[in-house]
């Protein structure tokens, strides 16, 4: 599904790489978690696989097609089969939850119908049908977090990517975040988070890849809890 | 799916439009202004060429016969009016002619003597206007005329014509220079409020982009609210000329029509009118694809 | 204190100017082409002022005296030059006249009979040429040198100077009318374009609230840009139409001098170019003042 | 230092009231951490203090001042001695690090070289004196907090308002920025930190004020470690 051969990242007048000889193979409906210190490049590694950044050297190979050799166009396509929630949000302010979250809909030609319905179902799934028409400027922070995962998962991606996605959440709110990505997990996408937070990294039941200066630290294999659908992969 | 995505295209047209908000209204109001002194400018260019004609034929040159009688000078004055360059040609009897000299020969000294005069057959010839024509041209003319048979002398008042050319020349000249500076200005007002449009809704536009929107789904909306900016821009601009017009044009007759006989201030023809807008909406048109392309290539 | 926040209001300043990016240039480009039309059109109308006058003075009434002596007529036209409204008289003597008559009395068909012509002493006036004085002021001219003593009669070319007259007076109105449109243009588009370089800074203005500055720390910068703005479209201004009026002067003259004597098309004086730049920095300055006002009032 | 009488807060167009009679007496140099879970109201009591937004009802004092009663210019002369930072960063994207810290002091009317010289130091002590003239885009996304708490420490504030200064950091780096607002609340800052962070709950150490759906679920005192110069203060 997604393989990284000796990919390193510097960005244009950085002292040091924000990602360096990374090897990394993820199976189809994986479920990972990238750890790491703040500035260890996973964000930067998440950008990489979103073609929101081309590697410096190395290859990063998502759904057999080699992210550098992708025209506009099938780079436009590859994203919309990714679903993305940024540590940022990147959400518009000034407009509504429901046409924030339509914006990923109405971009793949579906009709009105269809994306306000299922507009509607994620946002009752992330427990925010009370706010579909408040701008998100009038959103609390755990609120946007919310709607910007709403967004990820209302195009129902092959791949979901996930910067932090429970930061501004409380420990409930957080546990059902999660509980949505292994819904989404089950359903069968590769699912890539990364967090430092604690409770999600504790218990040993998922694969952690650990990042430290933009290096691979170490990748544990999920101890237990491996779902059938899962390949072993050569780290 | 075409079906679905042409509708999103509109939809997002108009939210541009609607949250264009400052540099939308700024657009139209300032392509209105453009268009509307490009109308104004026509209306006066378009009249211009009827003040000039009048100015022109009321410039007439004249010509003595040799003749005796009234059938030989109808015969010289129908040659004459067959010379190329000759608007019209009209015989005077020589009674005619002697009273015009009487009345109204301003600017001469010769008045004095007129008593004992004399007058011949005269033709009056009403040189064909055109401001291209060069003094020579004119001579030419004369001469011309002043070989026929039967014509005697040719006199032509080169001195005020030469007066009112001059200045005609230069209404000319300062208006094509206008025109070119206010065509300018339009293009450039226009590109950059559509630049700025895209500048303020930036924001939206990356979102698209992450979200996976082709070029055309992001550029089909500026596209269109570059067309209805444009062509908002020259409606109001048509409107308000209209207005000006209608209250403008009773002034300029009560002004010019004392001098140069009854002188309308006539409206542009429809034609130019629809182009007027065609042009308003192609300007919309080309200044947001100059700047989409532009935003779409520093994009990703 | 003071001097420290004078220091930092210059580098904010500075610093919008810098990061006004677009709407900056929009703006400045905006001024400099209202404010070269301004100047253009002040030099058009600048020496419109003298090209009225030289066609004004080309047009001469003649007065016939009825006096047998040179010094009688020199005592005649020293009353007519006193007279009010008069330019200059000067005065011919018969054979001068005659000669006159004969060499160029175009538009006239007396000259067939000039060989047995007889003239008397001449005056020829240049009326003061004004084109706020009607016909009716002409007219009146006209009678009181006519009932001077010595005067016999006074011809003038009513016709001709009614022509000139009437399309000088359309060249003064629609100048009017473009000078009032093109300030309304400038002042909507270097006030516009000082309110988009807010709305682009509007983040930072609002960071800038949020961690304590005054309403004055966040205007002054603003207003600066805006002063700047309008000073350095002026200056570009005032440096094309010099590029501009160098290049173009010899045409004009070329184009003008044969007819009208030597006519040069002379740069604006020094003071009105200075007034040009204060107006520029004072567009600017209201621009951002207006829309400065605004934004503070809406955001807090 | 901040009392809060009857407060509460109705957003316009909002289905239910975001402060609810909210009773609050926070003594000079206490340090406080607001809990609550995800939309109870904790931004909102911030920006209520900070005189972001106005108290639907009740009354709010800082510093002795009613803030329904501050012009203009006495709002933004309190703002200079606030430190705030915010849930969203509030940083200006283009702008270097060195810059977005500046602007805090530049208001002040600081000379330069004051202003750079208290930027360096404060930008040493969050340990992002290598990112000094980056913009703050090419900033991680706990970088960039990192630069939200320095600009807001900066001014040396009276009173410091923090809205989840750790959700982007690591545990490591979490740690270290609490040292942070401990060492200005020794100076004798008055701290008040939002957050959902259970490493910060935890301990007992600190007076916890926990917010449910906009009003006061349970306001513990600290129950150990209590500083001298503290007073104590009527719930
Ligand atoms: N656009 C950029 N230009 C320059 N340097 C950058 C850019 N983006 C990130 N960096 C640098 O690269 C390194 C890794 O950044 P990255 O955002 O990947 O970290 P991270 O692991 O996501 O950290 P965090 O947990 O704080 O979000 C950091 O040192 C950061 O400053
Ligand atoms: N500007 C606004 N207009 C309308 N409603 C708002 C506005 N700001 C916040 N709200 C609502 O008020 C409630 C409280 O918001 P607040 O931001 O205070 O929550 P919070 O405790 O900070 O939550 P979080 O931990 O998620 O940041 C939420 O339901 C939110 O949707
Ligand atoms: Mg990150
Ligand atoms: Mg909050």
Known sequence: MIELYHVGKVYPGADRPALDDVNLSIGKSEFIILAGASGAGKSTLLRLLFCAEQASSGQVILQGKNLARLSRHEMAKARRSIGVVF?????????????NIALALEVQGLSRDDVVRRCLK????????????????ALSGGEQQRVAIARALVVEPAVLLCDEPTGNLDAERAREVMELLITAHVRGTTVVVATHDPALLSGGRRRVVALDQGRIAHDAPAAAARRSDQRFDAA | MIGALSASVVKHGWRSVRSGGLPFFFAVLMTALGMFSLTAFGTVLWNFRALARAVGESVAAVAFLKVDDAAAAEETRARIQLTPGVESATLMTPEEALQRARR??????????????????????????????????????????GALDGVDEVLHPGGELKRIDALLRLLHGAGLFLAVLIVLVVVVVVSNAVRLTVLVRKDEIAIQKLVGASDAFVALPLLLSGVVQGTL?????????????ASLARVVRVALSGALGTFTLDPLPWWILACVIVGGALLG????????????????
Chains 1, 4 share one sequence.
Request: overall charge negative; aromatic content about 4%.
């Open chain 1, 87 to 99: 540590q940022d949000f990147k959400l518009l302010p000034a407009l509504s939850v429901l046409d």
């Open chain 1, 122 to 137: 994620v946002l009752n799934e992330v427990g925010l049908s009370h706010k579909t028409h408040q701008p998100i400027a």
């Open chain 2, 104 to 145: 109204g020969l301003s600017g001469s000294a010769a008045l004095q003597a007129s008593a004992g005069l004399t007058m011949p057959w005269v033709v009056e010839v009403v040189p064909r206007f055109s401001l291209e024509d060069g003094e020579s041209a004119r001579l030419e003319l004369v001469q011309r005329i």
């Open chain 2, 233 to 245: 821009g020259a409606v109001i601009a048509l409107v308000t000329s209209g207005i000006a017009h």
């Open chain 2, 285 to 300: 048109a080309v200044g947001a694809l100059l700047s989409v392309a532009r935003f779409l290539r520093t994009s990703s």
